[in-house]
């Protein structure tokens, strides 16, 4: 008798079913990276600004999203460190105004921020702290909306106009004395 031996490997079929398996995998791990990083970026508006990061980022003591003047692109800052990558590119069209939540039309200023060695100014902030109450501010896109924020609600009121946001404010806190 001939001794007649056998070689075990693996058949083309088998080889081409691993290659599948490997290549969907990968496929799955980075593309739902970028996907949700494009959802994301899609998804963050003025409107759902607090919940959108709140669900993005974790904390222990304060979420910022910082929009810097250059070019109206935003990045968070969790717990004093500043992300270097973008969240959002070109938030708002033209420089807001930002006005402090009192009735006296007082311009916000912002201490600048530094990204890739680099210091720009800050034109928007939102804070959240570690009691989840925001930053309280009167927001002029200088198109046709003026948001306020206030710490009390998870969304801003929306005016067409700087006068009227103004006029409900005044309004609120007439109301609030009469009620005391």
């Known amino acids: 008798m001939s001794d007649i031996r056998v070689k075990k490997a693996f058949t083309l079929i088998e080889l081409i079913i691993v ?22 970026n ?14 993005t980022y974790e904390f222990s003591q304060k979420l910022e ?9 935003c990045y968070a800052k969790v717990d004093g460190l500043v992300s270097e990558e973008k969240i959002v590119s070109a938030f708002f069209s033209q420089k807001p105004e930002i006005y402090e939540y009192e ?19 800050v034109v928007f902030k939102f804070s959240i702290n570690n009691d989840f109450k925001t930053n309280e501010f009167i927001l002029d896109t200088q198109e046709d909306k003026v948001y306020i924020f206030n710490s009390i609600y998870d969304k801003p009121s929306i005016y067409d106009s700087l006068s009227d946001a103004f006029e409900i404010f005044n309004k609120n806190i007439v109301e609030v004395k009469d009620a005391f």
Do not use: G, M, P
């Open 19 to 40: 290659i599948v398996i490997v290549s969907a995998t990968y496929f799955l791990v980075f593309s739902t990276n970028s996907f949700n990083t494009q959802t994301n």
């Open 42 to 55: 899609k998804k963050i508006s003025l409107e759902n600004l607090k919940n959108s990061l709140l669900n």
């Open 65 to 73: 999203f910082l929009c810097i003047d250059d070019s109206f692109d």
């Open 103 to 121: 009735a006296i039309q007082t311009l916000k200023e912002f201490d600048e921020i530094r990204i890739n060695d680099v210091d720009y100014d």
